[in-house]
């Protein structure tokens, strides 16, 4: 048991390092898109402004899942094989946002790159939810993790958002954009859910 | 024996990290290879269509590679210099993976290029192997990793399966792209056999 | 309350790796500005010269950030969502410092990028003090934390030199460099004070 | 003394991983100078042997740098703030790696970059040096630390040989480079006087 409870834990570790790294990354990368101008003053600076706000939305939205994720694993207690390949696939979509980002704010957020945005964050939102339940599954209806993610209203609606503002994207693409605001803003708290049954 | 023990967990530790360090270093950077076309139609996400498959399939070889590196690490106790740079050695091959798929996506799947990304999966597999063999000397023919590993059929299978790989590729790209994913798909789930051994 | 402070312990820990795996990226993927010259004699280095100054200042100027985000978190006992999120402010400004610092080099400290390097510099010092006050608050007016930093002159110092240094970057940039470089070294030692405090 | 003990375990544990972080980026993006050609044949990839030849070496000199680093840091129990900034100087040097790699392999081991890369190897060895020296100076002369590195005869020799190689980059550029690679085999293994000394 000491022994199983140790490899768990390593496990775990090991998982949150992993992750912690390609998120690093991820956020990071992506200011590799903010190229500095040829010159030196400040109307150079003004074609930059939709990057700079694409960056900023997804700075806060990759600040999100690092947050939930920390916040479920610290709710978990042990991991497998398929957690890990759950997680690889959460950090696959998430490793497309630099990519929709990019496209987004050098196209100065027109219809198909905001909609392709929306689709990876609709994918990245399926993806964390499938690692959610698998996890929740592994550890037991009864358990911690079971009992703080009981009712997941917000990871459900954030789908449907994000279901909603894709085509809107055809409409009027700041319509989408408002939806992806509005959904960042809903999860810009931690996951008080995991902390309240926590700390009973 | 503490104290050596303590030693000897550390370094493992370090060993892992860095390891993860450069696995999602390597995983992350391979996105960069999607630059955001100029045009905003979808028309214009098309041609990266190739860029995107192949980031794909080394994606989901490099989890290969990190979650069977993880399962080795596990049941390994200690480490010694041999150790770290046939881990090393091992991270090189895996470092030319994103340079790989880049020829390999950017050509569209061309002869050259996929025999090329078969030979860096050979390389990275004999690196494997013998960063295995090397760990199962140091730990002896009776320890839990040694069990675990003593008859590592899929291992040698992958070797062989890239040997044919390699020359296919000039016969028709697609069939030696159809073993990759078939090796692939064989390493999907993490080595059964030593949580098998490590739970007895 | 064991299990209080594990659970705080690891978010630190987390909290800890997340902001060293960025500052770690931010800190190399700034050396990627340096490209390496087409020709291969000692004149193709003069032109780099200022990207190689600027990359100084910035590499020291987070080489301060890491070492004082690593001495006042080691007076940290705990943290919440907030936290979080004030260390992920104060990453995102520490984000933009490699495009502040392309900017600044590749045009040879002309007057505008000099003073967008200030504002950047000035919007960290910033988010560095509201995540100290932030940690306080949460600690309590008596912890060492408190005690530590209770007369943090050099954190209002310095914002108020950058505040002079930007708009002097329109009189002569190299007025406003001379008060980053000052601020710098004013940082260059680690927070003597958190240390005195712990010694006791 | 226990929470001493603490707080400088965790300084060491920080100040090594931040270190793993810096040497596992540095290591990795080397390999972004080794861009995918756009022809789909075997010629294409002939004018990259001599930059993947220099990334070769790099990776060597970097792995022998992490690997020293490493068991350096076994034999230390304590850091403070001097240890933080000469492991930064360190850093900074090595962050030049992969600028004179790029020059030198892009430029087909030209005079002057492989001179540079003389350079900057040299600079990083001094740096080790310094850093060796004021880990010793912290932990006094009868430490574990002191004795294991007491005739640092490596150390000296390599600075020797750079010094050397670098004015013979002008005569042959081959001579410098076959010198790059004696000093990499003489570290290729990690330091066993230390590993002896804590076997003690």
């Known amino acids: 048991m ?11 570790g090991r998982l949150e390092a992993f992750s912690d790294g390609v998120l690093a990354i991820i956020i990071t990368i992506m200011v590799l898109e903010l190229e500095a101008p040829h010159e030196a003053d400040l109307a150079a600076l003004r074609p930059l402004v939709p990057t700079l706000l694409s960056y900023l939305l997804s700075f806060v939205y990759l600040g999100i899942y690092w947050n939930n994720h920390h916040h479920m694993l610290q709710a978990v207690d042990h991991a497998d094989g398929v957690v890990l390949w759950a997680n690889l696939h959460l950090l696959f979509w998430l490793s497309l946002v630099p990519f929709a980002t990019a496209w987004m704010g050098s196209n100065e957020f ?6 392709l945005y929306g689709v990876v964050l609709l994918l990245a939102a399926i993806a964390y939810l499938v690692l959610e339940r698998i996890l929740v599954a592994l550890h037991g209806r009864e358990s911690t993790l ?9 990871g ?6 994000y279901v909603v503002a894709v085509p809107l ?4 693409p700041w319509l989408a954009c408002a939806i992806y ?4 803003l809903m999860w810009f708290l931690p996951d008080r859910r995991i902390e309240r049954v926590l700390a009973r």
């Open 2 to 12: 000491l022994n199983g409870g140790g490899t768990a834990t390593m496990r775990k």
């Open 146 to 154: 079971a009992r703080a993610v009981a009712r997941d209203g917000k």
């Open 156 to 161: 459900i609606l954030s789908i449907v958002l």
């Open 169 to 172: 994207a055809f409409v009027g």
């Open 110 to 115: 027109a219809p198909w790159p905001v909609a």
């Open 181 to 184: 605001v509005l959904v960042a």
